[in-house]
């Protein structure tokens, strides 16, 4: 199993950057089947060959991951793909 961790800076409200991962999480459901809940200030993802959370931090978002076999395998597009999405929407 591989592991994802990423901490990324933004400069957005709390309440800003809450609907931003809340969209993202939105998306996730919508187009991989990965579902996500709210607990506190971070949002459980639980999918096909995924599970983790998206974490809110003051003026960071902490994105945690593990990946099943196959998507293990992805890692790197994944991580990528991850942090193309947050510097787009949490610059």
């Known amino acids: 199993m591989a592991r994802i961790d990423i901490l990324h800076p933004h400069t957005r409200s709390a309440d800003e950057a ?3 991962v809340d969209g993202i999480a939105a998306q ?5 089947g990965v579902s996500g809940a709210w ?3 971070s949002v459980q993802l639980s999918g096909p060959g995924l599970q ?3 974490e809110l931090l003051p003026r960071q ?3 945690t991951a593990e990946l ?6 992805l890692r790197g597009q ?11 929407r949490l610059d």
Do not use: K
Request: charged letters at 35%; aromatic letters at 6%.
């Open 78 to 88: 994944v991580e990528a793909e991850i942090r193309r999405v947050l510097d787009e």
């Open 52 to 54: 983790g959370q998206v």
């Open 39 to 41: 607990q506190g200030d």
């Open 68 to 73: 099943g076999f196959l998507l293990s395998a």
């Open 61 to 63: 978002v902490r994105v």
């Open 28 to 32: 996730l459901r919508d187009r991989y």
């Open 18 to 20: 809450r609907a931003i």
